[in-house]
C-alpha cells in the first residue's frame, strides 16, 4: 500500500517489469495450450520403454581395428573356434576374458543391439563396426532384471517421455 501512495506503480522500471512479466504469462498459456495439452503418452510406449530397460546382457568382447581381422575372428568362429581362443587378438587388454559387465537394451547402441538380437546365450555376433572398431560379442547371458518394478517407475518414464516430446513439439 506504501509503495502505492509512494507512486512506484507508475514507475518506468516497474511498468517494463509488469509488462514483461504480462507478455510471459501470454506465452506460457498460449504454450500450455497449443503444445502442452497435446502431448499424450500412452501406457504402451511407457511399458516398451520399461522393457528396454530391465531386458540385458552380460557382454564380452573382442576388439580389432581392421576390418580384415574382423572378418577373419567372424570366419573362425564360425568354423567352430572359442571366443576365449580368439582373445589376444583384441585390442582390448584390460577386461578380463574381454568380460565388459551388463547393460540394459536401452544403453546399447542400435547397430550393436541388431546384432546382439540374433545371438542367444553363448553365442557370438558377426563382427560389428562400431565407430573406428570392429568388435564380436559373446553373449554370456540374457536376463530380465525384476528390480525396478514396472510400478516403482511408470510415473518417472511418463514424465521422461513426456518431457522428451514436449522439447520435440
Not at 65 to 77: H, R
Amino acid at each position: 500500500k506504501e509503495a502505492k501512495e509512494a507512486g512506484y506503480e507508475k514507475d518506468t522500471v516497474v511498468m517494463a517489469a509488469f509488462e514483461s512479466n504480462r507478455k510471459d504469462i501470454i506465452w506460457r498459456a498460449y504454450y500450455n495450450d497449443i503444445v502442452v495439452k497435446k502431448v499424450k503418452i500412452s501406457d504402451t510406449e511407457i511399458r516398451n520403454l520399461y522393457d528396454k530397460i530391465i531386458e540385458q546382457y552380460h557382454l564380452a568382447q573382442i576388439v580389432v581395428a581392421e576390418e580384415s581381422l574382423a572378418n577373419y575372428l567372424g570366419a573362425e568362429l564360425k568354423k567352430g573356434a572359442q571366443f576365449e581362443d580368439l582373445l589376444p587378438f583384441s585390442l582390448d587388454t584390460i577386461s578380463e576374458n574381454g568380460d565388459i559387465g551388463t547393460f540394459s537394451v536401452i544403453s546399447i547402441p542400435e547397430e550393436i543391439m541388431n546384432a546382439l538380437k540374433k545371438v542367444k546365450d553363448g553365442g557370438v555376433t558377426e563382427p560389428v563396426k562400431f565407430g573406428e572398431y570392429y568388435m564380436v560379442f559373446k553373449v554370456v547371458e540374457h536376463s530380465f532384471a525384476d528390480k525396478p518394478t514396472y510400478e516403482e517407475v511408470k510415473e518417472n518414464i511418463r514424465n521422461n517421455l513426456w518431457q522428451e516430446k514436449v522439447r520435440e513439439e
